[in-house]
């Protein structure tokens, strides 16, 4: 008998390429210091132009402006509209082709910090990835969005509305994300977490926690 009843995947860096190499392919251009686009996201949290953004109490004209000043307050001005515009990462096949796999066996929810720009969940800016993106939405039994709901990873409210809506307890649960802030409130609800830090890392903590061959 299994040991979970879902899997509650991450989607940006985690289905996806991460966001994070698009900010340092962006710092690297523009002669910006390495992460410093994280940085101004780690800087007050819980309020700051991104955490606002992203549970829909502002609005993108408000967050292009509040960015800006966040960043131009620690050295570097950066417009939120260029942020916005390194979002959208590319469809990891391995990664799909493993939660295919998982949808045999559990129930996958889909928990996403996005924002209200680009097309559908992913925030795909053209049309062929807004396609690619939906395809995979489409696999999951549920999706929440920060940007729908307003709340966000790492709130502990947002896992509390998987769970609900799943009927799932959170021991019963498997939970990926790149992030470690965003896991850390799951693991102390009792969910069992993987960080993913590659791909392959990833489908090899997968495959070790389900038990499912994932050689993809």
């Known amino acids: 008998m299994s040991a979970f009843d879902a899997i509650l995947w991450d989607f940006g860096g985690v289905l996806t390429t991460s966001p994070f190499e698009a900010f340092n392919r962006y710092e690297s251009e523009r002669g910006l210091p390495l992460d410093f686009i994280r940085s101004v996201n780690a800087t007050n949290p819980k309020d700051n132009a991104w955490a606002r953004f992203e549970s829909s ?96 990873k790492p709130e502990p409210r947002a896992y509390e509305l998987v769970l609900e809506r799943l009927g799932v307890a959170p021991e019963r649960m498997l939970f990926l994300d790149d992030l470690g802030i965003n896991l850390k409130p799951a693991a102390k609800m009792g969910m069992t977490t993987i960080k993913v830090l590659s791909e392959e890392q990833a489908l090899a903590d997968l495959a070790s926690a389900t038990g499912i061959d994932l050689d993809v």
Not at 95 to 107: G, Q, S, T
Not at 126 to 138: K, S, Y
């Open 57 to 152: 109490r502002i609005d993108i004209d408000a967050f292009d402006e509040a960015f800006l000043a966040e960043s131009s307050a620690l050295g570097h001005p950066v417009p939120g509209r260029d942020v916005l515009g390194l979002l959208s990462g590319d469809v990891r096949p391995r990664m799909i082709k493993a939660l295919e796999r998982c949808k045999n066996h559990f129930r996958n929810a889909c928990l996403t910090n996005n924002v209200k720009h680009g097309r559908g969940p992913g925030m795909a800016t053209d049309g062929q990835r807004a396609e690619r993106v939906a395809a995979v939405m489409a696999m999951f039994d549920l999706v929440v969005e920060s940007s729908v709901e307003g709340v966000r």
